[in-house]
């Protein structure tokens, strides 16, 4: 009777997540793009991240001079989607995996061992990008002069043009100490 109960209430709570009870509404405004260096990653290159409403086209690096620079690679992913939740412990795909040992895991009551699980879908175009320095030097030196364009859109509908300031460059790594001379003698 419990869970009879609870299922109402489960659903009044889901249908409260969108309007009407349907499916989500899509991205209405656009997330600052992420326009960086990779922690860890290469110190010559410029990572560009976006979640739009439309997909990436072009991303750009414009030197002080006017120099562009074009993105090596854009990678666009209309609609991404993540998995979520919890796997069931009885599940028997993972027991076929797992041999034995995950039957221990398992009780005889099979509503013990339920689990969520859901996917999670944004409605909306998940954009990725590289830029290669081309003169890691001069960039380190006049980085706050520099700018990124990013073109949004799909030809031949009309382009969407942003500019951003460019990142900052990323620390250089300390010196190692010097080796000390060994002693005469």
Same mark, same amino acid.
């Given at each position: ?9 489960a %659903? %009044? ?11 989500? &509404?899509? %991205?209405?405004?656009?997330? $600052? ?15 560009? /991240? ?9 991303? =750009?690096?414009?030197? &002080?001079?006017?120099? #562009? ?27 076929? %995996?797992a041999? /034995? ?6 009780? &005889? ?10 996917? #999670?879908? #944004? ?6 990008? =590289? ?16 700018? #990124? ?8 509908? $009309?382009? $969407? ?19 000390p ?5």
């Amino acid at each position: 009777m419990r869970r009879v109960m609870l299922l109402p209430s489960a %659903l %009044l709570a889901l249908s409260a997540c969108t309007p009407g009870g349907g499916a989500p &509404p899509p %991205l209405a405004a656009p997330f $600052e793009p992420q326009v960086g260096f990779s922690p860890g990653g290469l110190a010559d290159t410029i990572s560009i /991240t976006a979640l739009d409403r439309l997909p990436l086209h072009a991303a =750009e690096l414009i030197a &002080p001079d006017g120099a #562009v620079a074009p993105a090596n690679w854009i990678d666009v992913n209309a609609r991404p989607r993540a998995a979520t939740g919890q796997w069931v412990a009885n599940s028997p795909w993972e027991t076929a %995996l797992a041999g /034995t040992g995950a039957a221990a895991l398992t009780s &005889p009551n099979a509503e013990a061992n339920a689990a969520l699980r859901g996917q #999670v879908q #944004v409605l909306a175009v998940l954009s990725q990008a =590289e830029i290669p320095l081309p003169d890691p030097v001069a960039y380190r030196r006049d980085w706050a002069t520099y700018r #990124v364009r990013l073109t949004f859109g799909t030809p031949p509908s $009309e382009l $969407e043009s942003r500019e951003l300031a460019a990142p900052a460059p990323p620390p250089q790594p300390a010196a190692p100490p010097p080796i000390p001379a060994p002693p005469p003698g």
